[in-house]
Every structure is written in structure tokens, then in C-alpha cells.
């Protein structure tokens, strides 16, 4: 049995703004577990610009943005093992790993999640029709275009406006391809704002919202799609049908948070986010076993990945070296505007000013967020527009907290 | 020449061919497709029923029981994971509990053991996510499951481990009799002779016997569809659950798989097309069965959906005999359920009592009826899985992060017979791509494998063959 202090499952964003972070707070024993060939995760797919305005105020490319974090990890010699997979974790913090030399077994002191998110399937929306070639995930055109170099389709319909997909309409439209339509089934987009403008409108391409594909056809290839009105309840309406000839579909139509690896943890989990529940430490249920990046939420932006995950790492340097590992709980309640809150607990034993992400259920306008406990509010903040598809956040002064009893509660209320 | 030519590359076809290598025989299979297993085969319940559904004194009876006897033991020495998790048809109301006593009583004159009635209690404690409506079920221990794409696959690779030949993308389009063979010409000119032809096309058997003149097979589609569970969902049910049969069928099922998945399905509407498109009203019809059989479906953990299109004969019973039109020609034909569990039995029916009357059969000596390797790898031991990595550390790359499956499994399915040639026929030899992420993680690396494996340009790679391009070029 290997041992280290402190174990990092996942060598993207998150896994490495956690290395880097728990190294620099005193862990120097530490591994990283990356099942990929590279480090880097999904940033090295993203080869479009946008990331680290937050964090380094500058445009970077996903490539760029990893690059700085892989860099810093490699100066400070941290270990990492690549092209192994982690088959399965216990509650004792023990891993089992596979790879070319075998399997092997780690016992950690501590354990670092960052194992990121998978694209929702066309598959688990039992989107109807045949099942021929043409049919990709976003991410997936997107690994085959720029890490492999290949082109999926030359006319292309896109369910779902979540920012993948929008980024591949204008990449596919830049290389030579026709983005024919992209539907969405809610009112509004599920992506950022700055994407939508940049990839859909600068090249006209149209946008249906309150759609879905209601019937995929083709036996070999992709030979059209139609798109149809859904209702309130986000069935189809008969009779709406459009039918656009195509040969390629994309689908991009959420994240889902993986955490399979968590199964047999017993770790408390979030049905809202999908994630583990924690406190604003980034640790779960489990003492000692932390969780950051988009395994946790869905981010919007990766700098928002980063800071997260630098938190997770200083925390498990922390529980390494004893620290609050007594827990002095409250709860974190929200109200029905919001589709979830995190972190999901407060350990008031931990110092410090406390950062509520948060998401929106819908589109709201003249908002006003509040955080109050027991009926008396103890932060409010304005904002003229919150949307579903941009992470949210308000951040708590640790004195209004610290002599909190009750549940604290974060809402959103809209003119 | 070759002695027997099989055509139909299914369930029934496979495991006929593989009989037959047993003999000293030179045989071959001819599948239209790209790759074996592309019809029902692929897209059915998976189910090994025990026998007390078919009608007393038919053939679907007789069969159905001599195959569920044979089905351990051929699963095991072919390697393919079978379970006997035993079944339950579920009375609602009092009608269907009356129905449940025809059926028990049906069951025992077909000769089903271990078959009994039981109450609501036991039944509720058996499977306690069944509907709170449930009122009894007749409990079948025989009953069982098994993956039937697994089972085609191991039985056509044995075969032709045992010597037998495989032509794919041979679509017969016409045949000739000439004295002692056929001449059987396929849609891009090729000729294959053979003496005796066994037709198990499935779908296309009507077509295909009309192609050797014979017109006496009159064959009827009906497309069932599916809904496939996460394996997450693992222990939702023990049992096939099944609802009281009606005059339309057995209707719809909610069965765990070997592989851990909850199979939803199918639905039983009538189609004269080869079109295996799932439809909103299909999908919605399973959802609303489903829903009043059992109760908390987890339907949000649906991963994908499918459809297949069962062969019936339109004698409502198996055609299995020599054509009386065309010496030579033997129709196995409507092998509609419980076709999939009756495939050994009918496999071995069809050598020892027709092909026998029409050739000499010699033992074949050197005939393994193992198909190697025989394991899974995922379920070893972590020594046993070591072993195997210190000898090729390419089953210590996972490649399918959902299922757990190795770049050395995916080679091994390029490099074993029936060799898969397509992104689909690795997901079905090893199950890359058939988990959560439906192959969005994995199927750029599979392609990749696939084109240096085989040596072709990634452009070319196919999903299923034929115009089925995953790519359509490099970029600018």
C-alpha cells in the first residue's frame, strides 16, 4: 500500500488549483491521480479564449489557462500519476487505482475530489427517432475538432444553448460548416450571456427557444431533425414540427457532476446540485474528504473553479494538521427563486468570511438577494438581472455568523 | 464450396453455426450487415423465459423449455454472463389473477418446474418496489437473463474459431439451384456455393426464401422499444416482472440485465418496415406502464432508448424445417420470444434432425466448445486483473470510464473472431460506450484505436458500416 498525505482524484482546473494550493499551505506529500494522458482536463479541449478575465485580467485559451496552473504544480515537484484511474474509494480513505503497471492501493490522509462533470447524453433525454452516425455531445465534436483535428458534419442542428454548444456553433461555422438552428427548451439560454452574442448572433445563427428535437432521422448518417414547440410542462406540441435537413446533431444540454467514485462513501449528497454536500470548507459529510470544481457545481467560469478549489486545498491542509475538526453546525436553507445554494453547511469553528454560490431557477430582473436566519436579515445585495446560466454569489462577513443558531437562509426575490 | 451456408448473422443463425462446426463440415455465414448481430438480436429484452407463456404442443413450447435447461451451461462454456434470477408475472386485479391461474396450469402441461402462485405479501417482500396494486404473481425460478448480443457474438466466434467462415456485407439478392449446390449471389455480385442453406434472416427470411423459390414464408414485423436504466439503478428489481399477459403479447417488462442496467420495454406495434425509430407515443407508453407496475422508477436515470423489430411467423409459431418447395433449403424463420432462450435447443434440432438426413455428419475432433478468454474482465480479482496487466499493461488503460472497460479489451475485440470492424461493434463485444456518458468520453479514443488497429484513416471509421462516417474530414 502507497501512503501519502493528501490525494488528488482528478488533474484538471480544479485538482490542480487544489495541489497547488494545499502544497503552498504546508502539504508537500501529495498525489495526483489524473486518468487522461495530460493534465489539464476539459481546459485542454477549450481552445477558444475567455478564460482567467477574473483571475489574471487577461483572455486566455483553456490550453493557456491549464498551462499557468500545470507549470506551477511542476515547479513545486508535486507528484501526479497519469493515464490511471481511480476504480474505487472508501469512506477510510482508502483508493483503488488502476493502470499499465497494475493495480494499486493508496491510503491518504486526506482526499481532494475533483473529478469534474460529463455531458448529459442525448440518451437520458429520450430524445425520439432513429440512431445513426451524427449525433455527438458538444464536448465531444469539440475533442474530435481540436485535439484530433476532424471536422463531425458540415450541417449542423444543436439542442441545447449551454456555452459548449455555443462555442461549437462558432467553430464549426468557422471552419466551413452551416449551424442550421440551435434549440433550446426553456425560454432563455442556458449559456453565458458574452457567448451567446459572440457566437450565435454575430453569425446569425438562429436560436428556438421553447423547442426541443422531437424526432431524429437518418439509418446510416443524420439526414434531418425536427424541431417542435414544447409547452410549460416542456412537452412537445403536436403539430409544431419544423423539419431541418441536416446530417450532424449536437447535443448540449447540461453537465451532470461525476461522483460514482462517491457511491459507496456514504458521503451525503445533493440532489440539487448533483454534488457533494459540504461546508464551506469544501468538505463533505465524510471528515477528511474534500470536493471542488464541477464535481461539486457547475461553473460557470473557471476561475471560479480555481478560487474554489484553492480553498479545498488550504482546508485539507488544515484537517492534515488537526485543525476544526470539531464542527459547530448550522444549516444553509434557500428559497423557492433559487435552484440551489453552496456550501450547504457552515462549521462555525472555521473563521473566516463565508462565499454563497448559488444559481437561479428562471430569469429575474430588479433582484434583491438576501441572507437572513430566523426572520431577521443579516446582508442584502441588488442585482438588475440574474440568469440560469451565470453562477451567482454573495458573500457573508464571518461576524454577522458567528453567533447564529438557527438555519441561515439565502433568497432571491424579484420585482 | 462450401457443405452449409447460414444465412443471418442472429442469434439463431450463430448458434446453428456453431453447431454445426461441431461436425466436420465446411461452413460459412453470410450477414448482409457490417458486422454480425445487427437485427433483433441486438434489440431484445434478453430475457431466458421458463415456458409457461407459449401454448401447449408448439414448437415456441417445446423449444422454449429444452432451451432454458440447456442455457447455463452453454452461457458458461462460451463465456457469456447468464443469470437465473427467476421471474414474476404480476396480477393487478382480479381478472388477471384468474388469468395467472391459466397460466401456472399452462406452464406445468409445458412442463415448467419450480413454477408457483404466490400472495401479495410474499410478493411485496420479494420485490418491494412493486406496485402498491400488485395483488399476486406466478413465480418462476427458471426463469433468467442473459446479454444477447454477447451470446451471438460468443456463439458466431466460436464458430469460426472452429473453422467456420464468416462474409459480411453479403446481401443475398438471388440463388441458384445447381444439381448437387446453390449458387447464392449477393447484392455487389459475389458467389458463394454452398449445398445446403439454412435461411435464418429473421426480418428478411421471407425475402430471402423467395430469392431460393420458395414462397411459402409469410413473416409480419412488430417493433418493440426500450427504455435502458444507469446501472446505478442496480437492485431496483431482483426479477423480470412481467404483467399478466393479454391476447396482444407479454407486454411490457421491467427486468434487471447482466450487466446491472433496468430494462423498461418493449412496445408491440405492427410495422411492414425494417424502421427501428423510437417514437414520443412509445417512449410515453413504456413510462405509463412502468408506472403503474412498480412504484419510484428511477426514469431520471434513463441512459438511452432503443427499439428492435421482432420476426413473427404469420402461423404464430416457429418455422423450423426443410422447405418443401427447395430441396436444401431449411427455413428457420418467425423466431419471434422466446426465440433467444430456444436458440440452443433449436440450434441442435436443426443438425441432429434435418441436416442429418440430408449429409453424412462426422464428428469434428478437434471441436472446443470454449470460447477463450471466458471471463469479464471488471468482476476479476484484483491478483487475477494483475496477471493479466503484467502480460499486456493495455488492460490497465481504462478507456470507458462508465463501464470500466480497458484499451486492452477494445483490441482484443479487433483482434478475436467475428473481429468488430465498427465504433458499434466494440460497444457491443466489450461495452465501451454503453454507459452513463453513451461513449462522450470515450468514442474519440475508440475510433482512434480502431483506425490504427485496422490501419485506415480516421475518416473512414464507421458507427455500423456502410455510410455511417463518425467523421467527415480534417479541418481546414
Known sequence: ?415 | MFDIAVIGGGIIGGSILRELTKYSLSVCLLEKENDVCMGQSKANSGIVHAGFDAKPYTLKAKFNILGNKMMKKYARELGVKYYNNGSLVVAYNEEEQLALKDLYNRGISNGVKKLKIINEKKLKKLEPNISDTAKSALLAKTGGIICPYELTIACIGNAMDNGAKLFTNFEVVSAKKNNDHFDIISKDNQNVQAKIVINACGLGSEKVANCFGDTSIEIGGRKGEYILLDNKCNGYFKKTIFKTPTAKGKGILISPTVDNNIILGPTAEETDTDDTSTTIDGLNLIKLNVNMMAKNVPLNNCITSFSGIRAYSKTHDFIIKESESVKGLINVCGIESPGLTSSPAIAKYVVSEIVSKLLVLEKNKSFNPKRKPDYFFKRLSIKQKNKIIKDNPSYGKIVCRCEQITEGEILRALRENPKACDVDGIKRRTRAGMGRCQGGFCSPSVVDLISKELNIPLEEITKKGKDSKILIGKEK
Open chain 1, 1 to 415: 500500500m502507497i501512503k501519502y498525505d493528501l490525494v488528488i482524484i482528478g488533474g484538471g482546473p480544479a485538482g490542480l488549483a487544489s495541489a497547488i494550493s494545499a502544497y503552498d499551505s504546508g502539504t508537500k506529500n501529495i498525489l495526483i491521480i489524473e486518468r487522461e494522458d495530460k493534465l489539464g482536463g476539459i481546459l485542454k479541449q477549450c481552445i477558444h479564449n475567455g478564460f482567467g478575465l477574473t483571475r489574471f485580467k487577461e483572455s486566455l485559451t483553456g490550453p493557456e489557462y491549464a498551462y499557468r496552473f500545470i507549470k506551477e504544480v511542476e515547479k513545486r515537484k508535486i507528484d501526479y500519476k497519469l493515464n490511471t484511474t481511480v476504480l474505487s474509494l472508501t469512506k477510510s480513505k482508502t483508493i483503488t487505482a488502476i493502470n499499465g503497471d497494475g493495480i494499486v492501493k493508496i491510503k491518504a490522509k486526506a482526499i481532494i475530489i475533483s473529478t469534474g462533470a460529463r455531458e448529459r447524453s442525448r440518451g437520458a433525454l429520450n430524445i425520439a427517432g432513429s440512431r445513426p452516425a451524427g449525433i455527438f455531445s458538444a464536448g465531444t465534436a469539440q475533442k474530435f475538432a481540436n485535439i484530433k483535428g476532424y471536422l463531425v458534419g458540415k450541417k449542423v442542428v444543436i439542442l441545447g444553448s449551454g456555452d459548449i454548444g455555443l462555442i461549437m456553433a462558432r467553430r464549426l461555422t468557422l471552419e466551413g460548416a452551416s449551424v442550421l438552428a440551435v434549440a433550446e427548451i426553456m425560454p432563455y439560454s442556458s449559456g453565458l450571456k458574452r457567448n451567446i452574442a459572440q457566437c450565435l448572433n454575430d453569425f446569425n445563427i438562429p436560436l428556438y427557444l421553447n423547442h426541443t428535437i422531437s424526432k431524429i432521422e437518418g439509418k446510416d448518417r443524420v439526414t434531418a431533425v425536427e424541431i417542435s414547440q414544447v409547452d410549460s410542462n416542456k412537452n412537445v406540441i403536436k403539430d409544431t414540427a419544423i423539419k431541418i435537413p441536416c446530417d450532424t446533431v449536437l447535443f448540449s444540454v447540461g453537465l451532470i457532476p461525476e461522483n460514482e467514485l462517491l457511491d459507496k462513501t456514504g458521503i451525503e449528497m445533493s440532489p440539487k446540485t448533483k454534488g457533494a454536500i459540504v461546508f464551506q470548507n469544501r468538505e463533505t459529510s465524510v471528515d477528511g474528504i474534500f470536493a471542488c470544481g464541477n464535481c461539486l457545481q457547475i461553473h460557470d467560469l473557471v476561475d471560479f473553479v480555481s478560487e474554489e478549489s484553492e480553498l479545498a486545498g488550504i482546508s485539507a491542509t488544515d484537517y492534515i494538521n488537526n485543525k476544526h475538526k470539531e464542527k459547530d453546525v448550522i444549516e444553509v436553507a434557500q428559497n423557492e427563486n433559487l435552484a440551489y445554494v453552496l456550501p450547504q453547511k457552515i462549521n462555525k469553528n472555521i473563521k473566516g468570511d463565508i462565499k454563497f454560490y448559488f444559481r437561479v431557477k428562471n430569469e429575474f430582473r430588479n433582484c434583491l438577494i438576501e441572507a437572513s436566519s430566523n426572520g431577521v436579515v443579516y446582508f442584502s445585495k441588488k442585482k438588475p438581472v440574474c440568469t440560469p446560466g451565470e453562477m451567482e454569489s454573495i458573500t457573508l462577513p464571518f461576524d454577522k455568523i458567528a453567533n447564529l443558531v438557527d438555519k441561515i437562509k439565502i433568497s432571491l426575490y424579484a420585482k
